[in-house]
C-alpha cells in the first residue's frame, strides 16, 4: 500500500494514521469503510468492491479486545453525547458507551465490564461469519448475548450458542417475528426500540 492508495469506498487517501483492513484478495479499505460494509451486508464475508474476490480475512486489528469493539462500533459510538440529563436538566456531556443504548456508564449501567470483552467479540464474530440472519435479527442476538454473558458469567463461546439453539428449537423466530419471548423466558429487559431503530437505519453497532 503506498500513500497515495485510495479507499475505494471514501475516496480519501489511506495512511499510516488510519486503521487499515487488508481482505484477503490484499486490496485494503480503511476499517472503518470495511465495517460499514460488513454491517450492511451482515456479514464479515463481503466481495472486495475492487475484485470481487470474497474477504475471508477476518482477523480483527487490533491484540486488545476492548479496542477491536469500539472499532467494530466506530462508525456510531463516542461519536454521540449520552442522551440522559444532568440533575440540572442539562444535556449529559459523557459519551456513550459501547452497546449501552446511547448512554453513558452513569445514566445506564448495563455496560459490558471488560472481563467480557473477549466473550462477547469472540460471539459477534461467530454471528457476521455463520448465518444468514438480516442485521436486525443479529442486532437483537448481540444484544441478548451482552445480556446473558453477564447475568450467567459466560466464558465460552458455546455456553452462548447452546442457549440460542434452545431458544430457536423451541420457537420459530421466523414465524414469530419477535424476539421478546427470548427476553421474558431469560427475565431480560428489552432494549429501547429507539436504539434498534437508530442502530438499523444507520446500520452501525453502536
Ligand atoms: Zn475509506
Ligand atoms: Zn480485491
Ligand atoms: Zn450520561
Given at each position: 500500500?503506498?500513500?497515495?492508495?485510495?479507499?475505494?469506498?471514501?475516496l480519501n487517501k489511506q495512511n499510516k494514521k488510519h486503521c487499515i483492513k487488508i481482505l484477503s484478495c490484499n486490496h485494503t479499505l480503511h476499517y472503518k469503510c470495511y465495517i460499514k460494509l460488513c454491517l450492511n451486508k451482515s456479514t464479515f464475508f463481503i466481495d472486495c468492491p475492487l475484485c470481487r474476490?470474497?474477504?475471508?480475512?477476518?482477523?480483527?486489528?487490533?491484540?486488545?479486545?476492548?479496542?477491536?469493539?469500539?472499532?467494530?462500533?466506530c462508525n456510531g459510538v463516542g461519536k454521540h453525547f449520552c442522551?440522559?440529563?444532568?440533575?440540572?436538566?442539562?444535556?449529559?456531556?459523557?459519551r456513550s458507551q459501547l452497546f449501552n443504548y446511547g448512554y453513558c456508564h452513569i445514566h445506564n449501567k448495563e455496560t459490558i465490564n471488560?472481563?467480557?470483552?473477549?466473550?462477547?467479540?469472540?460471539?459477534?464474530?461467530?454471528?457476521?461469519?455463520?448465518?444468514?440472519?438480516?442485521f436486525r435479527t443479529k442486532l437483537y442476538m448481540i444484544d441478548m448475548a451482552k445480556k446473558i454473558?453477564?447475568?450467567?458469567?459466560i466464558k465460552k463461546l458455546?455456553?452462548?450458542?447452546?442457549?440460542?439453539?434452545?431458544?430457536?428449537?423451541?420457537?420459530d423466530y421466523s414465524k414469530q417475528g419477535s424476539p421478546n419471548k427470548f427476553?421474558?423466558?431469560?427475565?431480560?429487559?428489552?432494549?429501547?426500540?429507539?436504539?434498534?431503530?437508530?442502530?438499523?437505519?444507520?446500520k452501525i453497532l453502536f
Open positions: 500500500m503506498s500513500q497515495d492508495t485510495l479507499c475505494c469506498i471514501c474476490n470474497k474477504n475471508l480475512n477476518t482477523d480483527f486489528p487490533h491484540k486488545c479486545q476492548t479496542k477491536n469493539l469500539y472499532e467494530l462500533c442522551y440522559g440529563k444532568t440533575k440540572c436538566g442539562g444535556n449529559c456531556k459523557n471488560k472481563r467480557y470483552h473477549n466473550i462477547f467479540l469472540t460471539y459477534i464474530k461467530y454471528l457476521f461469519t455463520s448465518n444468514k440472519k438480516g454473558i453477564i447475568k450467567r458469567d458455546e455456553d452462548i450458542i447452546i442457549i440460542f439453539t434452545t431458544y430457536f428449537e423451541k420457537y427476553y421474558e423466558e431469560h427475565n431480560l429487559e428489552l432494549p429501547p426500540n429507539s436504539w434498534i431503530d437508530f442502530c438499523c437505519e444507520k
